[in-house]
């Protein structure tokens, strides 16, 4: 079981960046799939989560109307789209899934600054 997330960089403040969590190891299309981030010396917050069919979304009152979530349930990603970044979103972004246990990537690192 397995989540490896990419896309992320250095951006500055207002641009887009786009992640993807690639899954494999569990049936993906029948699991919720949500993004977490954790800014230097913070603790990791939820970001947002999308149900198993994407016909549910939620976000964290900090992204909402910047950030979409989505998935593919084919191709087994989940991804986070990410439009007018402040500096306060700097953090490192990982992906997650509530399996018969939790199951997180590896992390990747977003920073909005100029």
């Known amino acids: 079981v397995q989540l490896v997330e990419s896309g992320g960089g250095l951006v500055q403040p207002g641009g887009s960046l786009r992640l993807s969590c690639a899954a494999s190891g569990f049936t993906f299309s029948n699991y919720a799939m949500r993004w977490y981030r954790q800014a230097p010396g913070k603790e990791r917050e939820w970001v947002t989560i999308?149900?198993?069919?994407?016909?549910?979304?939620d976000y964290a009152d900090s992204v909402k109307g910047r950030f979409t979530i989505s998935r593919d349930n084919a191709k087994k990603i989940v991804y986070l789209q990410m439009n007018s970044l402040k500096p306060e979103d700097t953090a490192m972004y990982y992906c997650?899934?509530?399996?018969?246990?939790?199951?997180w990537g590896q992390g990747i690192q977003v920073t909005a600054s100029s």
């Open positions: 997650h899934a509530r399996w018969v246990s939790d199951v």
């Open positions: 999308i149900s198993s069919d994407s016909l549910d979304t």
